[in-house]
């Protein structure tokens, strides 16, 4: 199978001009990768608000499996914008593996959750995950099963921000990545990243375990990390280590830090 997602074109480019690179597009794929036209999927993408990104295209409800490393995924190619699997994220979820063993595993705005499954793989102790939509709390247990791991793996429905402020069960490794922007009916406001991500990281960080690492990370391209989070605590831009090589293209499509609390030195060297 081919996913093909094509991006709206700017003002700039004549529509007849668009439509004929795209049908040359989908004339020659077939060809080139020796698959049958059928097994190509085609989507057109344009900017996307809140959560309109998530929102059902289809209903086919057919489910493919696709290999990470140790792990199985399941995608589905039809019935949403996206698939359920980011993969400009696969060398954050391989250093979540790497680093798992043992740990308390956190994953905020999970998703369907691909993460806690490589880090329920590589020995985490347990995994929590937490999302808001239930249709991909439901898509994250289908991944649980698919790779035959156990009831240590939590799957929690929540409002990320409401569950951090109300709880204080500790983390040895924690991975934030939020989105741009989230409506929130029930709370009857709405997430920007750039906005509350302050607010966001310091919760987080009181989640956090003596000794452990919060990996922030999200996609909105104008992001600035707010200075007061970089003095209170060790940030190390982690975003070029976390592009694997198809990305290279476009390294701007994800951010990433390296978040930990400061030692007694570093604080000292601050004065």
């Not at 709370?187 to 302050?198: A, G, L, Y």
Request: hydrophobic share 35%.
């Amino acid at each position: 199978h081919v996913h093909v997602q094509e991006y709206a074109p700017p003002k700039t480019v004549a529509p007849e001009k668009a439509r004929k690179r795209l049908l040359d597009a989908l004339h020659i794929i077939p060809q080139i990768l020796e698959i049958p036209a059928a097994n190509l999927v085609l989507k057109t993408r344009e900017r996307q608000r809140g959560s309109a990104q998530y929102q059902k295209q289809a209903a086919r409800g057919e489910y493919l499996p696709v290999r990470e490393g140790a792990a199985t995924f399941l995608v589905n190619l039809h019935d949403y914008l996206d698939t359920g699997l980011f993969l400009d994220h696969r060398p954050l979820r391989r250093r979540i593996y790497g680093e798992a063993r043992d740990k308390r595993f956190l994953n905020l705005f999970c998703y369907t959750a691909s993460a806690s499954v490589q880090a329920a793989l590589g020995g985490a102790a347990h995994t929590t995950s937490v999302d808001l939509s239930q249709t991909y709390l439901d898509w994250a247990h289908r991944n649980f099963d698919a790779n035959e791991l156990d009831s240590r793996h939590r799957l929690i429905k929540a409002d990320v921000m409401a569950w951090l402020a109300e709880g204080d069960s500790q983390y040895d490794l924690i991975l934030c990545d939020p989105p741009t922007f989230s409506n929130t009916k029930k709370e009857q406001r709405v997430f920007d990243v750039q906005r509350d991500h302050v607010t966001l990281i310091e919760r987080c960080m009181r989640r956090l375990a003596p000794g452990g690492t919060l990996y922030f990370s999200n996609n909105y391209r104008g992001f600035k990390l707010d200075p007061a989070i970089a003095e209170r605590y060790h940030c190390e831009d982690i975003s070029a280590a976390t592009i694997d090589f198809d990305y290279t293209r476009r390294p701007n499509i994800h951010k990433a830090w390296k978040i930990t609390a400061k030692t007694d030195f570093q604080i000292l060297s601050q004065k």
